[in-house]
């Protein structure tokens, strides 16, 4: 099991304690209230992304971040926006992953939640079939799927600490 670093930072435990937060809303439906945490979590991450002792930490939390807001604007009837969301983490990520001027540890995360943005992009296109035309763009984009993992739908969280709801 993964172990929370010893030393992890204040924006760490904020962003943790902000997705509680919105895990929380969702869970009970309040979804404007879940995205405003959710959006305030990804602004944690984007603002403290070197702040995060491992690499792949940073990469989870803004991972996580991103799920929650696609599942979140789903919920409220936004399926543009969700697939936007959905296609705009997937395309950072391929991009982060070969990138030969990052760090290796930061290139090497970024290849590994490559295969959960992956699913979140499948299974919202067998959900939104609307949005098919600009997944499928998204997804054409990688030669080959990457070993992919089932994610329930919902909030999500990748680091200790924070529970998913479903």
Request: net charge negative; charged share 20%.
């Amino acid at each position: 099991m993964h172990q929370t670093p010893s030393a992890e930072p204040i924006a760490g435990e904020h962003w943790k304690q902000t997705t509680r937060r919105g895990n929380a809303f969702f869970g009970n439906e309040a979804f404007e209230l879940a995205l405003q945490c959710y959006e305030q979590a990804r602004d944690i991450v984007l603002l403290h992304f070197d702040d995060w002792p491992q690499a792949d930490d940073a990469v989870a939390a803004l991972v996580v971040s991103y799920l929650n807001l696609a599942d979140t604007h789903a919920c409220l009837g936004r399926p543009q926006v969700a697939a936007t969301t959905l296609c705009a983490i997937h395309n950072s990520l391929a991009e982060a992953a070969t990138d030969a001027d990052l760090p290796s540890p930061l290139r090497s995360a970024a290849g590994r939640h490559l295969r959960e943005t992956w699913t979140a992009l499948v299974q919202f296109r067998q959900q939104h079939g609307e949005q098919a035309e600009r997944i499928d763009a998204t997804l054409a984009r990688r030669a080959r799927a990457p070993d992919t993992v089932l994610l329930p739908p919902g909030p999500h969280a990748a680091l200790p600490g924070v529970s998913t709801l479903h």
